[in-house]
């Protein structure tokens, strides 16, 4: 495992040390507020908090090229604020909001941000690798230096699409990075339950691939290990496989409560290695930030701003419920032609739904 | 017929070499388009649909795949998402079940689970078919369960003017494709289009044979099978009108119900299970949009509902053969379904 002392590290600009603990703090906060908000009732569907995860989520996307692009889960939040993608227009998402980054459409786990290269989370564990595998073989294909981080978690691993991505990645040498938070749970499966080899960077060995291990609460060693290895991606074409070790605070998703496959002893006891709360404290004994309460309330702030965003954005126009379907004009007008005892009715369907609209 | 067919000429081809022509014409016109797929290459495909390709545009262009159709179907749909317009071979569309969650989950949700900011060009194309004993797992026509989906297209060509016109557009389009090709169909000869701008526009149907008494709807091989019944049917003094969906999803329901309109009756077949099948889609909509029109129930025919069976005799009894369809359309119109079938 690959451990680097804050002391031995390599010095970093205090400021990117500074803006970095405030993408974890604001990633922290911002999904303590989601699971409130989800409890208000205000944010539907599944709802996935990756509070825990803050270090291995902020130090890999810290070593992403602006122009790299990212797959995700359906643990999204924390991705597309690391990606600098608005809090606003995150919790707007998650309110179903026509502002959203996905448009209303997407919710909690298929975030969006296409400028910013985050091409999505995405709801069918490992469904996202193949797609990540393609987006390298783009950049392999037109020869740019470019790389793709895929993250999944650790239940991942075991289904075909792992097997295959890893495989494509491997024979044709395309330029991706797959990063398993492996935070011991698939749901409440441990992951020496569910995979016969449990270390799962050592299964990158069968593709004759890197794989490797870090502390996934070492904010610096992530940064260390995957920029070397987006690095090797984008300039030699090395797939490689990076497994965080880290764990979720939390349940795996805001219904699960988290208690009926660990003991809160456990959870204390993880809390103890807390990288929001080590790299604060690391930030504070070095002399880089003087006061991490003003860091919190901004963050809080920001937070707060996300929410009033989110309730004042407007719904999506429910005349718009077909749109997107397709892109062309052509195909939306035929679609949208098709209702008398034929097609799909969908113009039906917004009609009865605005008769019925509260 | 054919649509954007220009004053140039046409050349005879089948069916396998109109797909051929689209692709190479596709290939050369835009560099973004790649085909990949299994023994594509230096094998040519195993249906030999991609050959000569791969020694014109080389490995990148024609990239042959491992046997692992979730991973280069989703590798695909990826490539689509950022900029390439890859074409999937996938062997028979049998072996498209393994990649199911790719084509239905992913491909088929990412216009729209992203608000319209991410698209995804991209086609696949897969023989359907059945009639040569290749038994349970080899026989199937499942375009219908693709059709089922929101967010995909799906054509299923019955020319090889078709073939190459739909293919063509396919690969143009914005949106993921699903080409259905038929193995019997892939000798079928036919006039094709000379132009390389030419293109079959996805969702419109085609009026194949023109008729007063009664409308068969078809795609794909069934058209060809109801055509060859049409003709059986004039001995009869029966006048069928014979429909080529072409597309089943966008469906050109208002070409299907003006024919209906004139008929009054309506037979829908297909090579599939008809049961939740296209021939029940169609029939659901026939009798909703023509209610008032209608003489008579709409009527059905596909696939006996068993596995297909190795032995000839079985497989010949669950084939939608000519002669189930010319006996249904008989009961259809009140005629002895007794008259005898004589193959042509």
């Not at chain 1, 009926?260 to 290695?273: D, F, M």
């Not at chain 2, 249906?47 to 490995?59: C, Q, R």
């Not at chain 2, 829908?268 to 009798?287: D, K, M």
């Not at chain 2, 053969?321 to 042509?344: I, M, Q, Y």
Request: net charge negative.
């Amino acid at each position: 495992m690959a451990t680097l002392a804050l002391a031995d590290a390599p010095m970093l600009d205090p400021q990117v040390r500074k803006r970095l603990y405030e993408t974890m703090v604001l990633s922290r906060t911002f999904g303590t507020e989601a699971e409130r908000q989800y409890k208000a009732a205000r944010i539907g569907g599944y709802c996935h908090l990756s509070s825990g995860q803050e270090a291995a989520t902020v130090g890999a996307c810290s070593q992403l090229a602006d122009d790299d692009l990212l797959f995700t889960s359906y643990r999204s939040h924390g991705f597309a604020l690391a990606r600098g993608t608005s809090p606003g227009a995150v919790m707007a998402e998650l309110f179903g909001r026509e502002e959203g980054c996905a448009r209303g459409r997407g919710g909690s786990m298929h975030l969006a941000d296409t400028e910013r290269g985050y091409l999505g989370g995405w709801g069918i564990v490992a469904g996202q690798l193949p797609l990540a595998v393609g987006a390298a073989f783009t950049m392999a294909q037109t020869g740019q230096q470019r790389a793709v981080l895929c993250e999944l978690g650790e239940g991942a691993v075991n289904l075909g699409a792992w097997h295959e991505s890893l495989n494509l990645a491997g024979v044709w040498d395309l330029p991706v990075v797959f990063i398993v938070m492996n935070n011991v749970y698939g749901m409440g499966t441990t992951v020496d339950k569910a995979s016969a080899e449990p270390e799962v960077h050592k299964r990158a060995a069968a593709f004759q691939m890197v794989g490797e291990r870090v502390d996934g609460q070492d904010l610096e060693a992530v940064m260390e290990v995957a920029g070397r290895l987006l690095t090797a991606a984008r300039e030699e074409r090395k797939p490689s496989v990076l497994e965080c070790m880290t764990y979720r605070y939390r349940g795996h998703s805001v219904a699960d409560a988290g208690f009926a496959y660990r003991t809160k002893e456990e959870i204390e006891e993880e809390r103890e290695r807390d990288p929001v709360v080590t790299f604060g404290k690391a930030l504070v004994d070095r002399g880089v930030v003087d006061d991490l309460d003003e860091i919190r309330e901004r963050a809080a702030q920001q937070v707060q701003e996300a929410v009033d965003f989110a309730e004042e954005a407007a719904a999506p126009p429910v005349d718009s419920l077909a749109r997107h379907v397709y892109g062309d004009e052509k195909t939306a007008q035929q679609f949208a032609r098709m209702t008398k005892g034929s097609p799909f009715g969908e113009a039906e369907l917004v009609l009865d739904m605005e008769l019925g609209d509260d | 017929m054919t649509d954007t067919a220009t004053e140039q000429g046409t050349t005879t081809m089948n069916v396998r070499e109109a797909l051929r022509a689209a692709l190479q014409e596709e290939l050369a016109a835009d560099e973004r388009v790649f085909l990949i797929g299994e023994e594509i290459g230096v094998f040519e495909g195993s249906y030999k649909v991609t050959a000569g390709l791969f020694e014109e545009f080389g490995p990148e262009r024609v990239r042959e795949a491992p046997i692992s159709e979730e991973g280069f179907t989703g590798l695909a749909v990826g490539a689509a998402m950022t900029g390439l317009r890859p074409v999937v071979e996938i062997m028979t569309l049998n072996f498209i079940l393994v990649a199911m969650d790719q084509v239905v989950n992913h491909a088929a949700k990412i216009r729209y689970m992203f608000g319209g900011e991410i698209g995804c060009p991209l086609v696949i194309r897969a023989p359907n078919g059945a009639g040569n004993q290749l038994t349970a797992q080899h026989s199937q026509s499942f375009e219908g369960w693709f059709a089922h989906v929101p967010g995909l297209k799906v054509v299923a060509p019955a020319t090889a003017a078709d073939a190459k016109g739909l293919l063509k557009a396919a690969i143009r389009d914005d949106d993921p494709v699903i080409v259905v090709e038929n193995l019997p169909l892939y000798k079928e000869k036919g006039e094709v289009p000379d132009d390389a701008d030419f293109t079959t526009p996805i969702g419109e149907a085609r009026v194949a044979r023109e008729g007063a008494d009664l409308t068969i709807v078809a795609h794909s091989f069934s058209t060809v099978r109801a055509l060859h019944v049409a003709e059986r049917l004039e001995e009869e003094e029966i006048d069928a009108e014979v429909i080529d969906l072409r597309s089943l999803r966008p469906l050109d329901m208002e070409t299907v119900a003006k024919s209906v309109a004139k008929t009054n009756r309506a037979i829908c077949v297909e090579e599939g299970w008809p049961t939740y099948g296209v021939s029940a889609e169609l029939a659901a909509r026939i009798s909703s949009a023509c209610f008032d029109d209608l003489d008579a129930p709409v009527s059905r025919v596909g696939m006996a509902e068993v596995p297909m069976p190795y032995a000839k005799n079985l497989e010949n009894a669950t084939l939608p053969h000519e002669r189930k369809l010319f006996a249904a359309v008989l009961e259809l119109l009140g005629e002895d379904p007794g008259t005898e079938w004589r193959e042509g």
